[in-house]
């Protein structure tokens, strides 16, 4: 069961990435972050290469990437990181009823 709740919270984290590098309330540099360490993992410059320990080199890459998309979820301004809800397309009002 913990499982499953871990899964579901890791699809809902990249749908708010998602959300966040699409929106245009998200600052520039905080959408640079995870650009860029895509850059990094794609060039052939790595910090720690496969001579050195063999299987290492993939681990620190995916390692930067989770660390950046964790950046992104924690420095996104409050309104940016609430999750919408169904419910804002509801508006609260009050009524009252005329007797003629």
């Given at each position: 069961?913990?499982?499953?709740g871990t899964l579901?919270?890791?699809?809902?984290?990249?749908?708010r990435i998602w959300r966040l590098m699409r929106?245009?309330?998200?600052?520039?540099?905080?959408?640079?972050?995870?650009?860029?360490?895509?850059?990094?993992?794609?060039?052939p410059i790595d910090l720690l290469p496969d001579l050195m320990i063999p299987g290492i080199s993939s681990l620190d890459?995916?390692?930067?990437?989770?660390?950046?998309?964790?950046?992104?979820l924690d420095l996104a301004p409050a309104e940016d990181r609430q999750t919408p809800s169904r419910r804002e397309d509801v508006i609260e009002t009050t009524y009252r009823v005329l007797k003629e």
């Open positions: 069961m913990g499982r499953r579901w919270d890791g699809l809902r984290n990249l749908r929106d245009p309330r998200t600052p520039g540099w905080l959408k640079m972050i995870p650009l860029l360490v895509l850059i990094y993992i794609l060039s890459d995916l390692v930067l990437l989770l660390i950046a998309l964790r950046m992104l």
